[in-house]
């Protein structure tokens, strides 16, 4: 997989409606099912990417630390399964187990979804506020893979923290640097 950039969705955007199966559940979810009373995040993301492997316990924590305040988690894999077998549904499942994900692991079969969203790598992370308007995407942190720099979420924390604590969110966003959507 090759290293791309998010495409910085414009800010203002409302939140794309969907309805995909939860690898986790087995049940269809509409977006509308999973949001937060104070926003949603959303991400793109896959089991096999080395930046998403790099972060996934990072995003995990911040699952953990934002859902109780009443933000809404999604993460949803966008990528071609004949191209990348290791992204079919059933290894979504197995993933979610082994790195303990208790959010929603939605499958876009179709790629509608990634192509709403304007979605181009993984992780991908779109953030809604309580009325569905992008208030942010872009990167995690400064951390990628072999960078030296630890993780901490500093840019996706400061994000939501600008939603629960009513705070002016940190000017310039950056974009994420992942790996390709693979698509069909």
Known sequence: ????????????TIAPEFRLPDTN?????YFSDLKGSLGTLVIFMCNNCPFVLHAIEEIEMISNDYRVQGIGVIAISSNDVLKN?????????EFAFDNKIDFPYLFDATQEVAKAYDAACTPDFYLFDSNDKLIYRGQLDDSRPHNGISLSGNDLRGAIDSIIYNRTLKEPQKPREGCSIQWK
Do not use: V
């Open 25 to 29: 559940s087995n049940y269809d979810y």
């Open 1 to 12: 997989m090759s290293m791309t950039l998010s495409n910085m969705l414009p800010l203002g």
């Open 85 to 93: 077998p290791h992204d079919s549904p059933a290894l979504m499942t």
